[in-house]
């Protein structure tokens, strides 16, 4: 199994900022997935990170207004850019062994 | 195209009162069908996974069955504790870009009062 740890857990940012939300694991793993979940809707792939390469976008995601970090085998980072209402979302990290996906508890934006 | 449909919606139970949620899926080769508990303010946890048509696995009140097109998760005599959106999602054979995409359903609210 893995544990993991997300920051922040809720937040309330003006439109036209930024916000990155962290992600760290328990150990390490070659992919990490970043997801989005929008009020009442289904759980969406935003993208993929691998360790050491540019991260792999979902269509209708784009690294400009997604960008993602992924230093080490334990971290990813994504940010959320330009922000405007509609990205009030929960977003949320995952990681996967053979079994099953792990998420972390989510961070909850709200983009005023 | 990959697709989850889960219903109802939401879902308003009495203690003890039993009853199935469903999870209607299309997919091009399924290598695995998962149910996920999600409690307000926190991520999916991991209920099952199954893998072929005729699985069925327990944990306490909770059973899930899959068939060739769907999947039921079964409650039985449920408690206020078992209050949560339950997730369905099915995970492709296709392998794209080093994984295998899991796609999900919009979740079904389960309410269960006293």
């Known amino acids: 199994s893995a544990v993991i740890s997300q920051k922040p857990s809720r937040d309330i940012c003006q439109r036209g900022t930024s916000l990155t939300i962290q992600c760290q694991v328990d150990?390490?793993?070659?992919?990490m997935f970043w997801y989005r979940q929008q009020p009442g809707q289904s759980l969406t792939l935003i993208a993929t990170?691998?360790?050491?390469?540019?991260?792999?976008?979902e269509s209708g995601f784009v690294i400009d207004k997604f960008p993602i970090s992924r230093p080490n085998l334990t971290f990813s980072t994504l940010t959320v850019s330009n922000m405007s209402p509609e990205d009030s979302s929960i977003y949320l990290c995952?990681?996967?062994?053979?079994?099953?996906?792990?998420f972390g508890q989510g961070t909850r934006l709200t983009v005023v | 195209e990959d697709q989850v449909t889960q219903s109802p919606e939401a879902l308003r139970l009495q203690e003890g009162e039993s009853s199935s949620l469903n999870c209607s899926y299309t997919?091009?080769?399924?290598?695995?069908l998962f149910w996920y508990r999600q409690d307000p303010g926190k991520g999916p946890e991991f209920l099952f996974t199954?893998?072929?048509a005729g699985e069925e696995k327990e944990k306490e009140r909770l059973k899930a069955t899959l068939t060739k097109k769907e999947s039921f998760l079964h409650i039985t005599a449920p408690k206020p504790e078992d209050s949560a959106t339950y997730l369905c999602?099915?995970?492709?054979?296709?392998?794209?870009?080093?994984?295998?995409?899991?796609?999900f359903g919009a979740g079904t609210r389960l309410a269960v009062h006293p």
């Open positions: 990170a691998n360790q050491g390469s540019e991260a792999t976008y």
């Open positions: 999602a099915v995970q492709s054979l296709l392998f794209s870009g080093g994984y295998n995409k899991l796609i």
């Open positions: 150990s390490q793993v070659t992919m």
């Open positions: 995952s990681v996967e062994d053979s079994t099953e996906a792990f």
């Open positions: 199954l893998y072929s």
């Open positions: 997919v091009s080769g399924l290598r695995g």
